[in-house]
């Protein structure tokens, strides 16, 4: 009897779904690094800032941890000229926050590709949801190379990349040869 309970037992965990975890602990940078100046990146009031200076350099923080496939939810606010965004799993997979350098329009929840210099699809719906100067609720799902992302609770793109890699870390940008400033605060990851 006590093998069929255990065997049961068992069954019963993949049904069990994962929970988010706080990637981001609300006081301090701990479990993420700079590539580019660390002086871009503090905390302020429960949130991480990326603010430029007068060099206009760029800056990513990286999580020191990678993820596969995983769902990831964050809140985040701007106001005026922004480029940034969240990359995923490397550095030429990205989804974009704000003004697109290329194209000089706001570009906000679409995929970026570095490895094409393109944006391969545009996400919809997008200006009647974003909330400029506010806080902005985005989640992420990324499950092998399909992107799902949902602003303000309404989906506004679903989209299949062939470039990404299997495993990596989360950045978050301040764009280079811009003055910016961009926060991020209630970053979760549910990794499935």
Known sequence: ?????????????????????????????????????ETYW????????????????????WTEACY?????????????HVDSGFFLRNESEQIQLGISGS????????????????YPVEAV???EL???????KIKIDVTSKKYIVTLNGKQVLDYTTDEIVDSGPIGLQVHPGLMMEIHFRELKITQK
């Open 68 to 80: 596969k496939d995983f769902v990831l939810e964050a809140e985040f606010r701007f106001t005026g």
């Open 42 to 61: 503090s905390v302020q009031d429960g949130a991480i800032v990326g603010k430029s200076d007068e060099k206009k350099i760029g800056s990513i923080l």
């Open 1 to 37: 009897m006590k093998h069929t309970l255990s065997f049961f037992a068992l069954l019963a965990l993949p049904l069990v779904a994962a929970e988010p975890v706080k990637i981001f602990d609300g006081s301090t940078l701990a479990g993420w690094k700079a590539k580019g100046p």
């Open 130 to 136: 974003l909330k400029e100067g506010e806080w902005n």
């Open 103 to 118: 194209l000089k329009r706001d570009l906000s929840c679409s995929p970026y590709i570095g490895k094409k210099g393109r």
């Open 125 to 127: 719906g997008v200006k």
